[in-house]
Every structure is written in C-alpha cells, then in structure tokens.
C-alpha cells in the first residue's frame, strides 16, 4: 500500500519544485535575509506553512472558488505591484548609497518586520494562488481520495527544502557579499526584478 502511494508523493514533490525553484520576489527575500542571516529559520518555516495551507486548500477545492469570485484576481495584482514597486525603490536606495553594507555590519530587522515582509511577498502575490492553490490544487483533485495526502505531503516536503536550502544555503555566500560592490549589484538585481515584476503585475491587471 506504501509503495503505491508513493508515486503521488513523488508527483507532489516534483510539481512543487517546479513551481516555486524560479527567481521571484518572494525568493529573492529570502535569500537576502540568509545572507543577512536575520531570522532564516522563522521565514523558512512561514514560507513553507504558507504553501502549506495554500495547498491542502487548493487540493480540497479553493481554486475553483477563487476563479469565481469577481474582483479578486484585480485587487491581488493591484495590491502586488504597488508592494513590489515600493520594495524596488527602496532597493535601489540601497544600491546608490555610499554607504553599502557588508554582512557582519548589515542592518537587522524586528522578527516582526522580517515576518510582514514574508506575508506581504507571499500573500500580495497573485502568482502564488495559481500555483498552489489553482495548478496544484487542479492536479490533487485529479487524484484519486487515497493519493491525495501523499501528494500534499510531497508537496509540502519540496516547498520547505527550497526555502531552508534557500535560506541556509545562503551563508555561503557571505565571502562573496563581504564586500559593498556585492551587496550593490544584489540590491540593483533585486530593484530591477522587483519593478519588472510589478510593471509585469499592473499591466496584467490593466489587460484584464
């Protein structure tokens, strides 16, 4: 009987991890905050428990809910790009400083502040809710009732080995971001990706 339900699990593991192993907001955040080393095990854990919910939710039928609920999709898209153009902003502050940070003498935030960031990157996102909730939800409802926790917990397993490989993979990088130009080019990386992807969110929402 285990090795039969096997397959869903590997399916959820795989369709999980090719979902979420892609340069977005939400990843970008945390590999800042593991270079930072500020609060990794917190954002990783909230990161997986929100794929988490958002999963068991799709697959027990949220998805087709949302696609109906008018207005939604349009307030996620709106809402998300003015937090991804504010997050860009201040990203390129930080670039054109003089003063960039290296990572011993980079300013800390409140596990607060690290926590709201998360669900803000998480949660304003409308990409995350076609993922998780839409995609994987549509391929869990597919299966048969016996296969499906299987695959949650696949899934569930592939989302928090990305984010704790994200998060604590990141230190070892810290020779690199030792020095201010590193820290620079990452914030100019993370400034132009966050305004691509909310000019990306707006000008969706407008064509819808």
Known sequence: MTSALLPAAAKGFALSAGLIVAIGAQNMFVLRQGLKRGHVWPIVLFCAAADAA??????????????????????????GAAFLAWYGVSALRRAASSSA???????????GAALAGTAAFTFLNPHVYIDTVMLMGAVGTSLPAAERTPFIIGAIVASFAWFASLGF????????????AAWRGLDLAVGALMLALSFSLFRGALAG
């Not at 998805?63 to 939604?72: H, N, Q, T």
């Not at 230190?171 to 030792?178: G, H, I, K, T």
């Open 54 to 79: 958002l999963i068991v939710a799709g697959v027990n039928g949220l998805g087709s809910f949302l696609a109906v609920v008018p207005g939604l999709s349009l307030a996620l898209s709106l809402g």
């Open 101 to 111: 940070l290296i990572v011993e003498q980079a300013a800390s935030i409140s596990l």
């Open 169 to 180: 993979g990141a230190r070892f990088l810290a020779p690199l971001f030792a020095r201010p």
